[in-house]
């Protein structure tokens, strides 16, 4: 874990001081266990930069199409399920999500072994 900490301290340097701009675009569901209701997020310089310095910084390609989300909530949902969250959330939301933002200025280390419930901080990196 504290590898790991280390690490992210190491990428967190290469960030613009101050944080990344997050500007959500839209409320949906996808596809996956980990996208199930999610607030797409609007792509932006700030983001894509960081996305590319992650990539580098742990030698990973980029992998095109870069989706940057705030997942709400994961799942393996039925339509019905899906739709039922979707309502909930959208009655928690701005109606204008346009009006919904929040600048990333951290970085949190989350060890994600075993089910959601038992994730755990093992770490916080401030951006920059």
């Not at 569901?29 to 792509?43: I, N, W």
């Not at 709400?72 to 969250?85: E, F, S």
């Not at 109606?95 to 901080?121: H, M, Y």
Request: aromatic share 8%; net charge negative; with cysteine.
């Amino acid at each position: 874990d504290e590898d790991a900490v280390d690490q992210a301290r190491e990428f967190a340097k290469a960030l613009t001081p101050g944080g990344i701009v997050v500007n959500i675009a839209a409320l949906e569901t996808g596809d996956g266990y980990y996208e199930c209701v999610l607030l797409r997020v609007a792509s932006s310089k700030g983001l894509l930069e960081a996305n590319s310095a992650a990539c580098q910084h742990w030698n990973k390609p980029d992998q095109s199409p870069f989706f940057p989300h705030v997942s709400v909530a994961y799942g393996n949902y039925d339509r019905q399920q899906l739709d039922a969250a979707l309502s909930l959330v959208d009655g928690m939301v701005p109606k204008d999500l346009n009006d919904l933002s929040f600048e990333a200025t951290e970085i949190r280390i989350i060890s994600s072994v075993g089910p959601c419930d038992q994730w755990r901080t093992v770490g916080v990196v401030r951006i920059g």
